[in-house]
Nanobody, 124 residues
Framework: QVQLVESGGGLVQAGGSLILSCAASGGSFSYYAMGWFRQAPGKEREFVAAITWNGGGTYYADSVKGRFTISRDNAKNTVYLQMNSLKPEDTAVYYC?????????????????WGQGTQVTVSS
């Protein structure tokens, strides 16, 4: 059983940056592909980014490609999401997810483990 705790959300102006962190415990972190999803008010949860167990492969939604960067530190059991050039449409609750089935394809399936989410609000 993996527990995930996100942090780093907040209020930022359009064009600004934020770094989200997700600390994992209770499992072998390096066995898991990790991902970030988000859910805006009134919308379905959507895939944002995913990273392979060793950080060698990353995948992004088209809407964030070139602006967001996912990374991980297996020594610290932590995955990060660097968000640059933020837009008001990036406003959402951001969720960290873990899955042993790999990063590729995470955008189309439901990962096994989820964090509680952290709010990101981008003002115009």
């Amino acid at each position: 059983q993996v527990q995930l705790v996100e942090s780093g959300g907040g209020l930022v102006q359009a064009g600004g940056s934020l770094i989200l962190s997700c600390a994992a415990s209770g499992g072998s972190f390096s066995y898991y592909a990790m991902g970030w999803f988000r859910q805006a008010p009134g919308k379905e949860r959507e895939f944002v980014a995913a990273i392979t167990w060793n950080g060698g492969g990353t995948y992004y939604a088209d809407s964030v490609k070139g602006r967001f960067t996912i990374s991980r530190d297996n020594a610290k059991n932590t995955v990060y999401l660097q968000m640059n050039s933020l837009k008001p449409e990036d406003t959402a609750v951001y969720y960290c997810a873990a899955d042993r089935r790999g990063a590729q394809g995470m955008s189309t399936r439901n990962p096994a483990y989820w964090g509680q989410g952290t709010q990101v609000t981008v003002s115009s």
